[in-house]
């Protein structure tokens, strides 16, 4: 505050400010105040490119949070169970990443490597552990539509195989029932033709066509993710099936001409009637 000598009935002490006002006037002066600039034309022009993609972005990002991928299915899965959801690679999945195939794991790594020498079909004489089942029954029809007489159904219901292949499998998984005291778990056995077309819509490359599956025959089987994804029991199965003429073949192997399907097992004598056996 400062003083001031006034004459009059005036205040003797006037404030800076009420000192400004007065010299001011009733309007309060902008000078020196600066203007907010308007945008120049260029930036106009990238406000109205930028805007949009901002937008999209976000709700790229919300969406992201709201619902992330899914996690990549265990390489031990097997993309065939049509009764259950979907596992394994898609059809999207191979058509975008053709080279790709999935990693091994470690219980298809640990399994010992069989050679052809050690397939043979004794045991399946020993004893017929399908009492139903004809194995000196004919075999008519085609692929994908064999005569029922020329199929038996083993211990899943629904599921079937040749006779000598059916009661071969049969043989072998008393023998694993003995060792981990549950039937062996299956997801394809036989399929119809239709069944086969299906699959082969679905799944690609992973399916062979319809009319050429060993699955058409009677021939082969898919295990279940719980076979191929557990150790002991792979090792087990690479160890003891192929005394019962069952293998998972060649070209199924990493490396191999065809796709990567550790859960694919063909009985082989049969196999080798239709000189498709690439042991």
Same mark, same amino acid.
């Given at each position: 505050?400062?003083?001031?000598? @006034?004459?009059?009935?005036?205040?003797?002490?006037?404030?800076?400010?009420?000192? #400004?006002?007065?010299?001011?006037?009733?309007?309060?002066?902008?000078?020196?105040?600066?203007?907010?600039? !308007?945008?120049?034309?260029?930036?106009?022009?990238?406000?109205?490119?930028?805007?949009? !993609?901002?937008?999209?972005?976000?709700?790229?990002?919300?969406?992201? &949070?709201?619902?992330?991928?899914?996690?990549?299915?265990?390489?031990?899965?097997?993309?065939?169970?049509?009764?259950?959801?979907?596992?394994?690679?898609?059809?999207?999945?191979?058509?975008?990443?053709?080279?790709?195939?999935?990693?091994?794991?470690?219980?298809?790594?640990?399994?010992?490597?069989?050679?052809?020498?050690?397939?043979?079909?004794? #045991?399946?004489?020993?004893?017929?552990?399908?009492?139903? /089942? *004809?194995?000196?029954?004919?075999?008519?029809?085609?692929?994908?539509?064999?005569? *029922?007489?020329?199929? /038996?159904? &083993?211990?899943?219901?629904? *599921?079937?195989?040749?006779?000598?292949?059916? =009661?071969?499998?049969?043989?072998?998984?008393?023998?694993? #029932?003995?060792?981990?005291?549950? *039937?062996? /778990?299956?997801?394809?056995?036989?399929?119809?033709?239709?069944?086969?077309?299906?699959?082969?819509?679905?799944?690609?490359?992973?399916?062979?066509?319809?009319?050429?599956?060993?699955?058409?025959?009677?021939?082969? =089987?898919?295990? /279940?993710?719980?076979?191929?994804?557990?150790?002991? @029991?792979? #090792?087990?199965?690479?160890?003891?099936?192929?005394?019962?003429?069952?293998?998972?073949?060649?070209?199924?192997?990493?490396?191999? @001409?065809?796709?990567?399907?550790?859960?694919?097992?063909?009985?082989?004598?049969?196999?080798?009637? !239709?000189? !498709?056996?690439?042991?």
């Amino acid at each position: 505050m400062e003083s001031a000598a @006034v004459s009059g009935d005036q205040p003797a002490l006037v404030s800076r400010r009420a000192r #400004r006002e007065a010299e001011q006037g009733p309007g309060r002066s902008t000078a020196g105040r600066r203007k907010p600039e !308007k945008p120049s034309a260029n930036q106009r022009t990238l406000q109205q490119r930028w805007l949009p !993609k901002t937008a999209v972005l976000g709700t790229l990002a919300a969406a992201t &949070i709201a619902a992330p991928l899914s996690p990549p299915a265990s390489a031990g899965d097997t993309p065939f169970a049509l009764d259950q959801a979907n596992v394994g690679p898609s059809t999207l999945d191979v058509v975008t990443m053709p080279g790709t195939a999935p990693a091994t794991s470690s219980a298809v790594a640990a399994a010992p490597k069989v050679t052809r020498s050690d397939v043979t079909v004794s #045991r399946t004489s020993e004893r017929n552990p399908l009492p139903n /089942c *004809d194995p000196n029954a004919p075999v008519e029809g085609t692929n994908g539509r064999l005569a *029922d007489h020329s199929l /038996c159904e &083993i211990w899943q219901q629904g *599921d079937s195989l040749r006779p000598d292949a059916a =009661i071969a499998l049969s043989s072998l998984n008393e023998n694993f #029932r003995a060792a981990f005291g549950r *039937d062996l /778990c299956l997801v394809a056995t036989y399929r119809s033709l239709s069944m086969q077309y299906s699959v082969k819509a679905s799944r690609g490359s992973y399916a062979a066509s319809p009319g050429s599956s060993m699955h058409g025959w009677g021939l082969a =089987i898919d295990l /279940c993710s719980q076979e191929t994804g557990s150790a002991d @029991v792979y #090792r087990w199965l690479n160890a003891n099936a192929p005394a019962y003429g069952w293998q998972n073949p060649s070209w199924a192997k990493r490396g191999g @001409v065809g796709a990567y399907e550790p859960w694919h097992f063909e009985f082989v004598p049969g196999v080798q009637e !239709k000189g !498709k056996w690439y042991g």
